[in-house]
């Protein structure tokens, strides 16, 4: 894959994301699966640390199985999972995504819908989580398994990061952030049909969710997010575990200090 072409640059910018393509090897792939089950079947026996029951009051009632569950900081869990975050075909993307050579990580979290009960999410913006001075957060998306309408894949609505941020209709109903769904509708939006190993890179700003797994097939996924070292958060924000780590370059920034920047216990 190596380096975006202009096409390909073109196209993020217009759209707000790109499909990249033999991210990792299929031998990398296995591993992290592989260890991506093993923690999902440690965390059922234990207490899963978040889930998603529906995107609205309506779909709690009428789909009390309906999930999605969620295990954050993957990075501390097994090393396997670095090759993801420091894979150099990844960074190269990201360098020209977004115009810059020093990246640090967000945070990492990974996403399972069930076959046939996995919960629909409400097209949101991840912006209203974490807003950044520059709006330079991006996430990288790396499907597990292939996706589609069918097994709840991803829904974008192209250009919309140009926008910039929407009303957070959600945080007026739950602790969730999400946008107007009558204004972004789920039906309106544009399936993004991915392969196994595929990895979406999407602005913070795009507006983004997914339709519910009605299908027998699961629907993994593992995410980072990242934003350029310059940038800096607007307010005082949660401090993530490993929030800061450079993926790639330096920090310039006057003040690389985590404690300084964000709320940390």
Not at 225 to 238: E, I, K, N, T, V
Request: glycine share 6%; net charge negative; hydrophobic share 35%.
């Amino acid at each position: 894959m190596g380096r975006l072409t202009q096409e390909e640059k073109t196209f993020y910018k217009e759209n707000g994301y790109i499909v990249l393509k033999d991210v990792l090897s299929e031998e990398e792939l296995d591993a992290i699966s592989e260890e991506y089950d093993k923690l999902f079947a440690r965390k059922n026996q234990d207490k899963m640390e978040s889930s998603w029951v529906g995107s609205d009051a309506n779909d709690r009632k009428t789909d009390a199985e309906q999930t999605v569950k969620g295990i954050h900081n993957l990075q501390f869990h097994h090393a396997v999972f670095n090759a993801f975050l420091f894979s150099s075909k990844l960074l190269d993307a990201l360098e020209d995504i977004m115009e810059t050579g020093n990246i640090v990580l967000h945070h990492t979290k990974a996403h399972l819908k069930p076959p046939e009960k996995g919960a629909a999410y409400p097209m949101h913006q991840d912006y209203h989580y974490f807003p950044y001075q520059n709006d330079s957060m991006v996430a990288a998306f790396l499907h597990l398994d292939a996706a589609g309408p069918d097994n709840g894949g991803l829904f974008v609505y192209p250009g919309s990061h140009k926008l910039g941020p929407q009303e957070d209709v959600g945080v007026q109903e739950s602790n969730f952030h999400y946008v107007d769904q009558t204004k972004f509708s789920l039906e309106k939006a544009t399936p993004v049909v991915a392969d196994r190993g595929d990895v979406v890179v999407f602005s913070y700003l795009l507006v983004h969710g997914s339709p519910a797994n009605r299908s027998r097939r699961p629907r993994r996924m593992l995410l980072l997010q990242a934003a350029a070292a310059h940038d800096q958060p607007l307010g005082r924000q949660p401090a993530r575990p490993g929030q800061g780590w450079l993926l790639r370059g330096c920090n310039f920034h006057r003040d690389a200090s985590i404690s300084k920047r964000f709320e940390t216990n």
